[in-house]
């Protein structure tokens, strides 16, 4: 056992096994972990464990000796450390009253170098997500990077002195985009760099050997613009290196920087050798509103270009968006001939917060408004038959797939929806069971939006078929929720087909249940687009 | 600026699968990525993987760069067990993040475990986890070796564990994120009712014990019955059999009757003792 050991008069079961937050690099065999300290539960012994609560240990992996470095404390919610072995930064996320829900806000607290004292760093709120979010330490400077949304609006990282004076420099930010991380690099986890995407994902790297590295690594590979520094050796003299583009699902390398040699390690998707990948072009669209709404678009390679059988595929979340790059789902379906638009609607998280709007449950009828705007694009465009237009969805997709049969009954000719949301009341309730309810509570929001945005709820509005997937083991969405809208839609009359997997959760990591879902969905496709 | 030239050498992995059939195209794109994590060791001399089974399933392997063949370090069978990412803890040595994830009776729960071994797969740091209690909620006849066991969750909160009785592997079943004080099974495998005890703000239990129970086809909580320990009054729950429950409670007379209570949100009382 690794860490606290478990035994019978502990008073609860563990199911976290705990977080790695340093390697140790240099160090044989030891790590720090968070791990959950369990009380026990003893008579007429002074022996029992009484603390409870995220503690930090020092753990040999090959002997198990184990040394405590932070106590535990009812109310930590996750420590980070400087990659050599110093905990420098604990957040804390109280357990309110008795139902021992946590709350919506992460507290922050630094100490100084070779202190134990904790200075607060300020207050981050999970459902807005205003405040300052520390990503990453730097050892070497005495100096931590956070993440935090400016007066734009726009989420940027600055470095924090961590030396009692909180002195802030600005490291990264973007008119755009929100800035979404810093960019580590080995064990030591050593800040190189930080991200953001654009109409493609960029990296402004701190240390300019690693920039001229993927600047020329960009230009002498064929076809891979998407550079990423996966590893590296503990000297970093050894790197490891994905690359990959749109129709390219990625080969890793390892480049020794002394000889130069880049040795090819292994392909991301073998299956895919030989067969003809699409291009993904990013578009901007007009909605109903006048605002430009960028989006995806990816085209069957070598074909048509227009008037084809069309999918508008809303993306997960709400809080995510789509980039440029290999997508699974885009790619099979251009594989099979449609077009695929994958729009980055408002709600989509990347943006900003006027952007994400309150959020895609919240302002449902902004974000599917959007979605369907797109279907309407691609027809006056010329690149989709309005005949067939169709749209898919996973998870929120699903939601938004549902949803845009309800506001616009005639748009899509069918809609495919895995894994999805039907009804925001019931997704309220189930997260009664999980300790974060009063974060969902406060995200899902409460209102007239949880009935006129529930799809269960008008199920008889829908005139398109409805096939849906779902993971009988789903704990992000529950396979109740596809069900009901399966039942809702029987009693109004309406085609619908609802597979369940017994196995699986809310992504389907299975081949065999991933290569029936797809198969299944072209069949529904091609018979209620008519497509031969 | 320095010219940087790149030498390109060697070839990738040989693909760890079997012969690719004549193209299927939902089997190609449908099959998950073949890197599912990937880690440099310390010295830079060899690559960890990830690889997904044919179905499910996961394998971790260990290939020396330059070379095309890699070398197996251990291999998850199991549907409901992932390794969701390794990395290097020496040039000998990795530690595992491991995901389970199991449901029953309309819940689903999931668990990780850090596990640390060998890259020839020996010297696995054995996880012990043990029990709360050893007080039996169902002996699931119908699905043996299981049973379910009482235990708690994270939090402290009781819950149902199922544990396999040749192989020692629990899952959490069932739970809550109040305050329940036990759970009543249909000896089929399904909790129906829970008892939950009032907490004062002071996180002192009340007098109140409130009983909740299910349908049969929904996951819903209804409120049953309110249970006053001070004064003995309402009615407690006392067994769930088949669809209904069997209710003890004191009658105007102040002696304890037993009525069966059908569960089925109608509130029958099909027969009383």
């Given at each position: 056992m690794l860490g606290q050991r478990d035994t019978n008069e502990q008073v609860y079961n563990r199911l976290w096994g705990g977080r790695v937050i340093d390697w140790l690099s240099g160090q044989d065999n030891e790590v720090l972990m968070e791990q959950f300290f369990i009380p026990e539960s003893r008579a007429g012994t002074l022996l029992a464990r009484d603390e409870e609560g995220i503690g930090v240990v020092q753990v040999n992996t090959a002997t198990s000796r184990t040394r405590r470095v932070e106590a535990p404390n009812a109310n930590s919610y996750r420590f980070v450390s400087d990659g050599a072995g110093q905990v420098r930064i604990m957040g804390s996320m109280p357990i309110r009253g008795a139902t021992a829900q946590v709350g919506r806000i992460i507290t922050h607290f630094y100490r100084q170098p070779n202190a134990s004292a904790w200075t607060p760093m300020g207050d981050y709120?999970?459902?807005?997500?205003?405040?300052?979010?520390?990503?990453?330490?730097?050892?070497?400077?005495?100096?931590?990077?956070?993440?935090?949304?400016?007066?734009?609006?726009?989420?940027?990282?600055?470095?924090?002195?961590?030396?009692?004076?909180?002195?802030?420099?600005?490291?990264?930010?973007?008119?755009?985009v929100d800035v979404d991380d810093v960019i580590r690099l080995g064990r030591r986890g050593r800040v190189v760099g930080a991200t953001y995407a654009t109409e493609r994902r960029q990296a402004v790297y701190f240390d300019p050997e690693l920039q001229r590295i993927a600047q020329q690594l960009s230009r002498a590979l064929p076809n891979s613009p998407l550079i990423n520094f996966v590893g590296a050796s503990d000297d970093e003299s050894k790197l490891l290196i994905w690359a990959g583009s749109d129709n390219d699902p990625g080969t890793y390398y390892v480049l020794d920087r002394q000889s130069r040699n880049l040795t090819r390690v292994m392909q991301a998707r073998p299956e895919l050798e030989g067969m003809a990948l699409a291009t993904v072009r990013p578009?901007?669209?007009?909605?109903?509103?006048?605002?430009?709404?960028?989006?995806?678009?990816?085209?069957?390679?070598?074909?048509?270009?227009?008037?084809?059988?069309?999918?508008?595929?809303?993306?997960?979340?709400?809080?995510?968006?789509?980039?440029?790059?290999?997508?699974?789902?885009?790619?099979?379906?251009?594989?099979?001939?449609?077009?695929?638009?994958?729009?980055?609607?408002?709600?989509?998280?990347?943006?900003?917060?006027?952007?994400?709007?309150?959020?895609?449950?919240?302002?449902?009828?902004?974000?599917?408004?959007?979605?369907?705007?797109?279907?309407?694009?691609?027809?006056?465009?010329?690149?989709?038959?309005?005949?067939?237009?169709?749209?898919?969805?996973?998870?929120?997709?699903?939601?938004?797939?549902?949803?845009?049969?309800?506001v616009d009954p005639g748009l899509f000719r069918a809609v495919v929806a895995v894994a999805p949301v039907t009804d925001l009341g019931e997704l309220r309730r189930e997260l009664l069971e999980s300790n974060s309810f009063a974060s969902t509570r406060d995200f899902i929001g409460e209102g007239p939006h949880i009935a006129a945005g529930s799809p269960a709820r008008h199920a008889a509005t829908i005139r398109a078929p409805v096939l849906m997937f779902h993971g009988e083991l789903d704990r992000n969405v529950r396979v109740r929720q596809s069900q009901l809208m399966r039942d809702r839609l029987r009693d109004a009359g309406r085609p619908v087909e609802l597979v369940e997997f017994p196995a699986l959760d809310h992504y389907l990591e299975d081949n065999a249940a991933r290569a029936q879902m797809l198969r299944r969905s072209d069949a529904f496709l091609r018979q209620a687009l008519g497509i031969q | 600026?320095?010219?940087?030239?790149?030498?390109?050498?060697?070839?990738?992995?040989?693909?760890?699968?079997?012969?690719?059939?004549?193209?299927?195209?939902?089997?190609?794109?449908?099959?998950?990525?073949?890197?599912?994590?990937?880690?440099?060791?310390?010295?830079?001399?060899?690559?960890?993987?990830?690889?997904?089974?044919?179905?499910?399933?996961?394998?971790?392997?260990?290939?020396?760069?330059?070379?095309?063949?890699?070398?197996?370090?251990?291999?998850?069978?199991?549907?409901?067990?992932?390794?969701?990412?390794?990395?290097?803890?020496?040039?000998?040595?990795?530690?595992?993040?491991?995901?389970?994830?199991?449901g029953a009776a309309g819940m689903v729960a999931a668990g990780t475990r850090l596990v640390a071994l060998d890259i020839d797969g020996s010297n696995v740091l054995p996880l012990a986890v043990g029990l709360w209690s050893d007080e039996v909620a169902d002996f699931l006849p119908d699905d043996k070796p299981n049973v379910l066991l009482f235990g708690r969750g994270r939090g402290g909160y009781p819950a149902v564990v199922r544990v396999n009785t040749r192989t020692g592997r629990q899952v959490y079943v069932d739970g809550a994120r109040s305050t329940p004080i036990d759970f009543l099974s249909d000896g089929r495998g399904r909790i129906r009712i829970m008892r939950v005890q009032e907490v004062r703000g002071t996180d002192r239990a009340g007098r109140i014990i409130r009983s909740f129970y299910r349908t049969a086809q929904s996951t819903a909580w209804v409120p049953l019955s309110e249970y006053n320990q001070q004064t003995d009054q309402g009615p407690w729950p006392l067994v769930v059999d088949g669809d209904s429950a069997y209710v003890m409670e004191q009658n105007p007379e102040g002696r304890d009757i037993v009525y069966r209570m059908a569960l089925d949100g109608s509130g029958r009382r099909p027969s009383a003792l």
């Open positions: 709120d999970v459902v807005t997500r205003r405040g300052p979010y520390p990503l990453a330490i730097d050892g070497a400077s005495n100096a931590a990077y956070i993440r935090e949304e400016g007066a734009d609006g726009r989420a940027q990282i600055y470095r924090m002195s961590l030396d009692g004076r909180n002195t802030r420099d600005l490291t990264v930010a973007h008119p755009q578009v901007t669209y007009r909605a109903a509103d006048g605002t430009q709404i960028p989006a995806y678009l990816t085209l069957p390679p070598g074909g048509a270009q227009r008037g084809l059988p069309a999918i508008v595929m809303p993306h997960g979340g709400p809080s995510a968006r789509d980039e440029w790059g290999f997508a699974w789902l885009a790619q099979y379906f251009a594989n099979r001939g449609y077009a695929v638009l994958q729009p980055n609607f408002r709600g989509s998280a990347g943006y900003g917060s006027d952007w994400f709007q309150i959020n895609g449950f919240q302002s449902w009828r902004t974000a599917i408004g959007d979605v369907n705007d797109g279907g309407r694009w691609l027809v006056s465009e010329g690149i989709a038959n309005p005949e067939r237009l169709a749209i898919f969805g996973w998870s929120y997709g699903g939601y938004a797939a549902l949803q845009s049969g309800v | 600026m320095r010219r940087l030239l790149f030498i390109l050498v060697g070839l990738a992995a040989s693909a760890p699968l079997a012969a690719r059939p004549s193209v299927d195209s939902a089997i190609a794109f449908g099959a998950r990525e073949n890197v599912t994590f990937i880690a440099l060791s310390p010295d830079g001399q060899r690559v960890l993987y990830g690889v997904p089974g044919e179905t499910a399933g996961s394998r971790i392997l260990v290939l020396k760069v330059g070379q095309t063949q890699p070398r197996a370090v251990t291999r998850l069978a199991s549907e409901q067990e992932r390794i969701r990412s390794c990395d290097w803890v020496s040039n000998q040595r990795i530690l595992c993040r491991l995901h389970s994830i199991a």
